[in-house]
């Protein structure tokens, strides 16, 4: 099949979240299961482009926008997968310090211009270039229109994606690209269908909402997530019912991992290998995780990590209230990457001065750093609210680093829940999530560390041995666009 990815980020040429680890992996297991896979991006200028320079592709493309015709370019980059990626190059929309938001976290006034520039250029490339795709691939509100573009497309010429379906992937359901109606005759869809069924969400254009209801499947990145969204109007912020009416049209399919980048036998970015059995370069991480965090140097003491972005969705203002005593009673430490919530990341960024050795935290994003507090750590914590698959839970099975997890969307589908009597599952789950609760399961986790050694032994060689890789999840998608 003739595949085309549309999306926002993308390993290893800009990533905020595990959206960029999707789209970095998945089209290579695709094009190894024998399809023809294209991968088109804007050209942000943060992009860092790894296997050397860009091939320019079109000089000048001419993308419709509402009452006027913009011209951008396209570039071009194979990566070792033969895998192609085409980007979009419109300087006054992605020459900026960031990508969605400015540097103090406040989002761009024109993303709705952006992002619906971006995906109707990313179509016309697809039609300039002759490419017909069976599928159009599209992820998250960014590229959501994709499906109403390409409706609209054929519409004025038949022959454009005559035989194309269209998939949207919901990686959070949280972020629906909501905007002022005043964007709406930039975009350029036909105002019939700016109705509350379609696109209009209380006087607003709802990006998401609107590639709902055009796209031939929807998908989200775990079954229990997608039940979760589908029934409850809270967690699906209010789009519960227009999943419901996509019936069978819209399923959950589990992310998996990229093994070739994130494996303890292999990562280039940890300072020593190791596997089951062969432990020992796990310590040799861990000395190097405690002299990086400034913890004390201490083998015996378990250490529970954390890399998230510090937004509402992962309930890390839930562990602020109760982090201080736990740190105060057990005998731990704690190690925390991540940024975003200035609140947060002030309250992180100075605690290590309350707990001198014992609470380190390093507030920004640092792919290098990621890597080490999963290698690192004997425990990894992910208090989320909501998680619609999470990424960060499996790279941490596969690092011997035990997570302990609110038991929602893609957490509760990945862990096993540890059992005392025997020593199985593979990490500590808890369902409510209150102070207590989340105190209570550190806690457990812990006496597990000091008082049952052996199961963390065998729980640790249980979840290094877990497989979540891509082909499974590749093939799932495979079965979908066939359909
Ligand atoms: P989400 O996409 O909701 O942020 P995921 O668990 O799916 O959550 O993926 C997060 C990805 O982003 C992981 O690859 C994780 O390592 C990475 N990440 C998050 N915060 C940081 C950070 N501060 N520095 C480096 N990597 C980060
Ligand atoms: C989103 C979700 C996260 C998921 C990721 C990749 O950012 O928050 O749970 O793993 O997308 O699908």
Same mark, same amino acid.
């Given at each position: 099949?003739?595949?085309?990815?549309?999306?926002?980020?993308?390993?290893?040429?800009?990533?905020?979240?595990?959206?960029?680890?999707?789209?970095?992996?998945?089209?290579?297991?695709?094009?190894? &299961?024998?399809?023809?896979?294209?991968?088109?991006?804007?050209?942000?200028?943060?992009?860092?482009?790894?296997?050397?320079? &860009?091939?320019?592709?079109?000089?000048?493309?001419?993308?419709?926008?509402?009452?006027?015709?913009?011209?951008?370019?396209?570039?071009?980059?194979?990566?070792?997968?033969?895998?192609?990626?085409?980007?979009?190059?419109?300087?006054?929309?992605?020459?900026?310090?960031?990508?969605?938001?400015?540097?103090?976290?406040?989002?761009?006034?024109?993303?709705?211009?952006?992002?619906?520039?971006?995906?109707?250029?990313?179509?016309?490339?697809?039609?300039?270039?002759?490419?017909?795709?069976?599928?159009?691939?599209?992820?998250?509100?960014?590229?959501?229109?994709?499906?109403?573009?390409?409706?609209? @497309?054929?519409?004025?010429?038949?022959?454009?994606?005559?035989?194309?379906?269209?998939?949207?992937?919901?990686?959070?359901?949280?972020?629906?690209?909501?905007?002022?109606?005043?964007?709406?005759?930039?975009?350029?869809?036909?105002?019939?269908?700016?109705?509350?069924?379609?696109?209009?969400?209380?006087?607003?254009?709802?990006?998401?909402?609107?590639?709902?209801?055009?796209?031939?499947?929807?998908?989200?990145?775990?079954?229990?997530?997608?039940?979760?969204?589908?029934?409850?109007?809270?967690?699906?912020?209010?789009?519960?019912?227009?999943?419901?009416?996509?019936?069978?049209?819209?399923?959950?399919?589990?992310?998996?991992?990229?093994?070739?980048?994130?494996?303890?036998?292999?990562?280039?970015?940890?300072?020593?290998?190791?596997?089951?059995?062969?432990?020992?370069?796990?310590?040799?991480?861990?000395?190097?995780?405690?002299?990086?965090?400034? &913890?004390?140097?201490?083998?015996?003491?378990?250490?529970?990590?954390?890399? $998230?972005?510090?937004?509402?969705?992962?309930?890390?203002?839930?562990?602020?209230?109760?982090?201080?005593?736990?740190?105060?009673? @057990?005998?731990?430490?704690?190690?925390?990457?991540?940024?975003?919530?200035?609140?947060?990341?002030?309250?992180?960024?100075?605690?290590?001065?309350?707990?001198?050795?014992?609470?380190?935290?390093?507030?920004?994003?640092?792919?290098?750093?990621?890597? &080490?507090?999963?290698?690192? $750590?004997?425990?990894?914590? @992910?208090?989320?609210?909501?998680?619609?698959?999470?990424?960060?839970?499996?790279?941490?099975?596969?690092?011997?680093?035990?997570?302990?997890?609110?038991?929602?969307?893609?957490?509760?589908?990945?862990?096993?829940?540890?059992?005392?009597?025997?020593?199985?599952?593979?990490?500590?789950?808890?369902?409510?999530?209150?102070?207590?609760?989340?105190?209570?399961?550190?806690?457990?986790?812990?006496?597990?560390?000091?008082?049952?050694?052996?199961?963390?032994?065998?729980?640790?060689?249980?979840?290094?041995?877990?497989?979540?890789?891509?082909?499974?999840?590749?093939?799932?998608?495979?079965?979908?666009?066939?359909?």
């Amino acid at each position: 099949m003739k595949i085309a990815m549309l999306a926002s980020e993308c390993t290893p040429f800009i990533k905020t979240g595990g959206l960029a680890d999707v789209v970095g992996a998945l089209p290579a297991v695709l094009q190894r &299961l024998g399809h023809d896979v294209v991968v088109i991006l804007p050209a942000y200028s943060l992009n860092t482009y790894p296997d050397g320079k &860009l091939t320019p592709f079109f000089s000048k493309m001419g993308v419709k926008m509402g009452g006027k015709e913009e011209w951008c370019s396209v570039h071009y980059a194979d990566n070792a997968e033969g895998v192609r990626h085409y980007f979009i190059e419109f300087n006054q929309y992605f020459q900026r310090e960031g990508i969605y938001n400015n540097s103090s976290m406040k989002e761009f006034d024109d993303n709705a211009e952006r992002f619906s520039f971006f995906t109707k250029a990313a179509l016309q490339l697809l039609k300039d270039m002759k490419f017909s795709p069976d599928v159009v691939h599209a992820h998250d509100w960014q590229t959501a229109l994709a499906p109403a573009y390409v409706t609209e @497309m054929r519409k004025a010429d038949k022959c454009c994606f005559s035989n194309t379906k269209t998939i949207l992937t919901i990686h959070n359901v949280g972020y629906q690209g909501l905007f002022s109606a005043q964007s709406y005759s930039y975009i350029g869809l036909p105002w019939s269908a700016f109705t509350s069924d379609i696109l209009e969400d209380y006087g607003k254009i709802n990006f998401l909402k609107g590639g709902i209801y055009f796209a031939d499947k929807v998908t989200t990145v775990s079954p229990t997530y997608a039940a979760q969204i589908r029934h409850d109007s809270h967690l699906s912020f209010g789009m519960d019912s227009f999943l419901r009416a996509k019936k069978d049209n819209f399923v959950g399919i589990l992310n998996g991992v990229d093994y070739t980048l994130w494996d303890p036998r292999t990562d280039k970015k940890i300072p020593a290998h190791y596997w089951k059995g062969k432990w020992k370069g796990k310590a040799v991480c861990k000395k190097e995780l405690q002299r990086r965090f400034r &913890l004390s140097d201490d083998a015996a003491v378990p250490i529970v990590g954390i890399v $998230s972005r510090f937004a509402e969705q992962k309930g890390l203002d839930i562990l602020a209230s109760t982090i201080e005593a736990v740190l105060n009673t @057990m005998h731990i430490q704690i190690a925390i990457l991540g940024s975003g919530d200035s609140r947060l990341e002030h309250y992180y960024g100075t605690l290590p001065q309350k707990f001198h050795g014992r609470f380190g935290s390093f507030i920004g994003y640092d792919d290098d750093l990621a890597h &080490l507090v999963e290698a690192g $750590s004997d425990f990894f914590l @992910m208090p989320s609210r909501y998680e619609p698959c999470g990424l960060n839970q499996l790279y941490s099975l596969r690092y011997g680093t035990l997570p302990i997890v609110r038991a929602t969307g893609g957490l509760d589908d990945t862990i096993e829940q540890y059992t005392e009597k025997n020593g199985k599952g593979t990490g500590f789950k808890f369902d409510d999530l209150t102070p207590n609760a989340l105190y209570d399961t550190i806690g457990w986790a812990v006496s597990t560390w000091y008082d049952r050694k052996k199961h963390i032994t065998s729980m640790k060689n249980r979840a290094i041995g877990q497989d979540f890789s891509w082909e499974a999840s590749a093939r799932e998608y495979e079965e979908l666009y066939r359909s």
